[in-house]
């Protein structure tokens, strides 16, 4: 019997047992990291990240963290592993049957949470795995210059700001619209959203604030 179902044994009700025992096996069997298809659709889409060195840097921040991570389940899993040892020992050690038994309990205890952390980390590897492709796709982004940089960086703000403009304006305002897009351009633009879309809430407070006077 392994830890998770030795677990199942304060269940009284067989059937609930049971449903306990069959939820173990499809949890094992999950896959709770993200996919391939969520990472490209969901992560480093098109339209959050419309060109190819936007997808690059998020892919970047995103191995950034995972390597925390993994520096962090470094320490715990470690911890955990020492604190077996201590139980381990202190088992060999105590003479009173009780105690040994809580010290087993507890021994258990830290197994099942070190294999859940040691479950955790092959998710994160296995999500960074995706990124590093992405990262490893683009030689060319890995050692640019800061003006390079610079002008990358600029042209994915650009078609992000053209993929939600609405978005873009209501949060960032007409001084950075004209910026992304150019003066002429966002213009065009604001004519076609104020005729087919309305006026943003700022604009019809202005408004307001100009009837008022």
Not at 13 to 32: G, H, R, S
């Amino acid at each position: 019997m392994n830890k998770m179902n030795k677990a199942l044994t304060i269940i009284e009700n067989p059937e609930d047992k049971e449903m306990f025992q069959k939820v173990a096996e499809f949890l094992d069997k999950t896959n709770t990291g993200m996919t391939k298809i969520q990472i490209e659709n969901f992560v480093l889409n098109d339209i959050e990240f419309p060109t190819e060195y936007g997808k690059f840097v998020q892919a970047q921040a995103e191995l950034g963290l995972r390597f925390t991570q993994v520096v962090d389940y470094y320490y715990q899993i470690k911890e955990k592993e020492i604190q077996i040892k201590i139980k381990e020992r202190d088992q060999k050690k105590e003479t009173d049957e009780l105690k040994k038994e809580l010290l087993e309990l507890q021994q258990e205890k830290l197994e099942i949470q070190l294999l859940a952390l040691k479950k955790e980390l092959k998710r994160v590897c296995q999500e960074a795995r995706h990124f590093f492709a992405v990262y490893q796709k683009h030689p060319e982004f890995q050692n640019l210059t800061p003006e390079e940089a610079f002008k990358l960086e600029a042209e994915n703000w650009a078609k992000k700001t053209m993929n939600m403009p609405t978005v873009f304006e209501e949060r960032y305002g007409e001084s950075y619209m004209k910026k992304a897009l150019g003066d002429e351009n966002y213009k065009k633009y604001k004519e076609l959203r104020q005729k087919g879309f309305g006026l943003l809430p700022r604009e019809m407070f202005e408004i307001k604030q100009l009837k008022g006077k």
